[in-house]
């Protein structure tokens, strides 16, 4: 394949007039100098980009469902809708992420996860891992988990979901405040991603989180004590040690002054974009079911009944869209942010996140008026593409 005339995000964060060569599902070169087909084999795919810019394909690192299924419905079927409608807007890899459910429910997510990721539907977004959100949280900030389900900390379990999906999970979330959980963090960070997330610890306990080895920081802002200028809490200590810090930019989550000083505080290379989307993506208002608990969604606002936000009803692309549109973040850190921030944070970035020759011919496509979703590559194979 060769993808010609596009503006491509280049992987020194450049947007360039370059033409992108695959061959089978790889990048094999960035000619800057191309825009007409220069291939000697007359069967080779051409799609021209006129007008789009050219990304590496989007990696959600934080999704627990759409298209009316979830993760946690521990089903192939699930999955694969998942899989199939994240590619329809652009999302090439994800990660499947839990919720606090009871153990055997978590291990039979496990099973199927595997099954998936060992053969994933074609055309469809690909699960590369697992995110493991809950149920090592703090009751105080369990936002849409339901607290009979939630764990102390266990580094034995962790370690048995991991072998039943293959080694392949990923981020193992805990609140540090509970108890066990500085030894948790101590001990799962020497395998995992180890992120703090629904958790009430202020400065001090997040920053000794950090120094015993954790370095993400689950949805910024959102299930976390306030910034403040004398407890300045998670968010405080993320700026000064996190190597990663999520945000979700669907317009609800956090307020577009509030995403502005997480890219300021942090700065561009530690910002991962996340939908933290439920089964209501890409559905209509209606009701639907989140963790075990009734979510109405209306307007695109997903809650629970006391009011509780319950995840988003907004795809990755449409956060990275709102970013700068709604934001005003640059196009170049945001686009930086929904691809390769977050598959750095998940240690895949020798595979996706750039465009560079060797990694996987995953691209997403966008309008560059209007930022929207115009076409979507997975392994060198066309998904769809717009041509207006």
């Known amino acids: ?3 010609i005339n596009g503006l491509v995000f280049c992987e020194d964060g450049i947007l360039r007039k ?15 100098n191309e825009s007409l087909p220069g291939s000697s084999h007359s069967d080779e795919e051409i799609l021209d980009a006129g007008g789009c810019i050219v990304a590496p394909g989007f990696v959600d690192i934080h999704i627990h469902g759409a298209a009316g299924r979830d993760f946690c419905d521990s089903s192939r079927e699930s999955n694969d809708a998942i899989s199939a409608y994240l590619s329809s807007v652009g999302v090439t890899s994800y990660l499947g992420t839990t919720m606090a459910r009871p153990r055997e429910e978590l291990r039979q997510m496990m099973r199927v996860a595997a099954d998936c990721m060992d053969a994933p539907r074609p055309g469809s977004a690909v699960m590369r891992g697992i995110n493991l959100e809950g149920p090592f949280s703090n009751k105080e900030k369990k936002g849409a988990m339901m607290a009979e389900m939630l764990l102390s900390p266990d580094c034995t379990l962790v370690d048995e979901l991991n072998a039943l999906c293959g080694g392949r999970l990923i981020f193992a979330d805990v609140a540090p405040e509970l108890a066990g959980g500085q030894a948790f963090v101590q001990k799962a960070s020497q395998k995992y991603v180890v992120s703090l997330a629904h958790t009430a610890a202020d400065y001090d306990t997040a920053v000794q989180a950090f120094l015993n080895g954790a370095t993400h920081v689950t949805h910024l802002y959102n299930a976390m004590p306030p910034f403040s200028h004398r407890a300045p809490g998670v968010i405080g200590a993320a700026m000064d040690y996190a190597r990663d810090a999520e945000l979700i930019c669907d317009g609800i989550h956090v307020h577009p002054a509030a995403v502005r000083a997480a890219f300021s505080l942090l ?3 530690r910002i991962c974009l996340i939908s933290d989307a439920m089964r209501a993506c890409g559905m209509p208002d209606g009701d639907y079911e989140l963790g075990g608990q009734p979510v109405r969604v209306k307007d695109g606002l997903a809650t629970l009944s006391d009011g509780t936000i319950a995840g988003s009803a907004t795809p990755l692309s449409e ?26 944070a998940a240690r895949l970035e020798n595979e996706i996140g750039s465009i560079s020759a060797g990694k996987r011919a995953d691209f997403t496509l966008l309008d560059q008026d209007t930022l929207l979703v115009r076409g979507c590559v997975i392994g060198g194979e066309t998904v769809f593409f717009h041509t207006s």
């Open 1 to 3: 394949m060769q993808i």
């Open 18 to 32: 370059a033409a992108v060569h695959t061959s089978e599902t790889l990048i094999t070169e960035i000619s800057t």
């Open 267 to 269: 700065g561009p290379d």
């Open 319 to 344: 956060c990275f869209r709102r970013a700068v549109k709604l934001c005003h973040i640059p196009l170049q850190t945001a686009l930086k942010a929904a691809t390769h921030n977050p598959a750095r």
